[in-house]
């Protein structure tokens, strides 16, 4: 069982940064293709960005890249997402994700285990 755990999220303006941690098992930091994914009200989740278990490969929806940047430092267990430049419509609950395959990265159903979420609001 891989357990993960979110955090890091809150209030901030439009503009401003926030940086989300996901606090991993060990073995899921250094063998598992990390996600983390969105889920806007009433919506599905949808996918944010991704990082292969070599931290070689990332991947970002158009909506987010250039704007947020996934990192993992395995000595400490933990995937991160600096998020800057934050717009109103990047509100939305925030979730890390575990999966096997770097190839099915963007799809819910590439992930085995997932976080509680951590709830981001950006508001004036």
């Known amino acids: 069982q891989v357990q993960l755990v979110e955090s890091g999220g809150g209030l901030v303006q439009p503009g401003g940064s926030l940086t989300l941690s996901c606090a991993t098992s060990?073995?899921?930091?250094?063998?598992?293709?990390m996600g983390w994914f969105r889920q806007f009200p009433g919506k599905e989740r949808e996918f944010v960005t991704a990082i292969s278990w070599s931290g070689d490969n990332r991947d970002y929806d158009d909506s987010v890249r250039g704007r947020f940047t996934i990192s993992r430092e395995k000595n400490e267990n933990t995937i991160y997402l600096q998020m800057n430049s934050l717009k109103l419509e990047d509100t939305a609950v925030y979730y890390c994700?575990?999966?096997?395959?770097?190839?099915?990265?963007?799809?819910?159903?590439?992930?085995?285990?997932w976080g509680q979420g951590t709830p981001v609001t950006v508001s004036p």
């Open positions: 994700a575990a999966g096997v395959s770097y190839t099915r990265r963007r799809r819910e159903t590439g992930y085995l285990y």
């Open positions: 060990r073995r899921a930091a250094r063998n598992y293709t």
